[in-house]
């Protein structure tokens, strides 16, 4: 799940997240390893709204430390992945990006060969939406992805679609998450520096 970027509109494919399948997933495992939960030197995994840190306590018990790695980006940093994201637009209050933490160049919650240990209701939102993500307008665009087997085998929108295992309306949903969650991030953050 690193360093995210956007593919230009001609080569991308509307498309779902995986809310319900895994096969395709599963298959990717086997075939390359955990490609989407591991980090090269420098790289740094998704990005954690405090709804995804609350989810994620209350499903584990762990302390926030344990997982959660605090990031201050530049201004420069920032408008990049705001730009390539637009919706985590206005997210990084103070310059402050929350990620997952990593271990031995995975992610803490990835265990080897059989992939992540989180609950679905626990896993963060950009994790359920990869390799998928939405530009401003809220169309479902594709992150660049060069090891994900479902992209490479999808052969059209509806066809990635399905073997992710998700529905347009899923993916409204997961929009309208991100829009509200995104938001009250913002808010709670800005109370936080305003405290201080
Ligand atoms: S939380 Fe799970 S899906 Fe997300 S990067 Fe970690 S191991 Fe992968
Ligand atoms: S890289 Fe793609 S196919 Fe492979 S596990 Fe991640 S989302 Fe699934």
């Given at each position: 799940?690193?360093?995210?970027?956007?593919?230009?509109?001609?080569?991308?494919?509307?498309?779902?997240?995986?809310?319900?399948?895994?096969?395709?997933?599963?298959?990717?495992?086997?075939?390359?390893?955990?490609?989407?939960?591991?980090?090269?030197?420098?790289?740094?995994?998704?990005?954690?709204?405090?709804?995804?840190?609350?989810?994620?306590?209350?499903?584990?018990?762990?302390?926030?430390?344990?997982?959660?790695?605090?990031?201050?980006?530049?201004?420069a940093e920032?408008l990049a992945y705001?730009t390539h994201?637009?919706?985590?637009?206005?997210?990084?209050?103070?310059?402050?990006?929350?990620?997952?933490?990593?271990?031995?160049?995975?992610?803490?919650?990835?265990?080897?060969?059989?992939?992540?240990?989180?609950?679905?209701?626990?896993?963060?939102?950009?994790?359920?939406?990869?390799?998928?993500?939405?530009?401003?307008?809220?169309?479902?665009?594709?992150?660049?992805?060069?090891?994900?087997?479902?992209?490479?085998?999808?052969?059209?929108?509806?066809?990635?679609?399905?073997?992710?295992?998700?529905?347009?309306?899923?993916?409204?949903?997961?929009?309208?998450?991100?829009?509200?969650?995104?938001?009250?991030?913002?808010?709670?953050?800005?109370?936080?520096?305003?405290?201080?």
């Amino acid at each position: 799940m690193t360093k995210p970027k956007r593919r230009p509109a001609e080569e991308q494919q509307a498309a779902p997240p995986r809310e319900i399948a895994e096969p395709i997933c599963a298959a990717c495992l086997r075939a390359n390893g955990s490609v989407c939960c591991e980090v090269a030197q420098g790289e740094k995994l998704a990005t954690l709204l405090i709804a995804d840190i609350e989810r994620i306590e209350a499903a584990t018990g762990l302390p926030r430390h344990r997982f959660v790695e605090r990031e201050e980006l530049d201004p420069a940093e920032r408008l990049a992945y705001e730009t390539h994201r637009p919706i985590y637009r206005g997210v990084f209050v103070g310059n402050v990006r929350y990620g997952l933490k990593a271990r031995r160049g995975a992610c803490v919650f990835l265990e080897r060969g059989r992939g992540c240990s989180l609950p679905l209701e626990a896993k963060p939102l950009a994790c359920l939406l990869y390799p998928l993500d939405f530009d401003l307008a809220g169309e479902v665009t594709l992150l660049d992805a060069p090891h994900c087997l479902a992209l490479e085998r999808a052969e059209g929108p509806h066809h990635l679609l399905r073997m992710l295992g998700t529905t347009r309306p899923e993916l409204a949903k997961l929009h309208a998450r991100a829009l509200a969650e995104g938001a009250d991030h913002a808010r709670r953050e800005r109370r936080l520096l305003r405290n201080r």
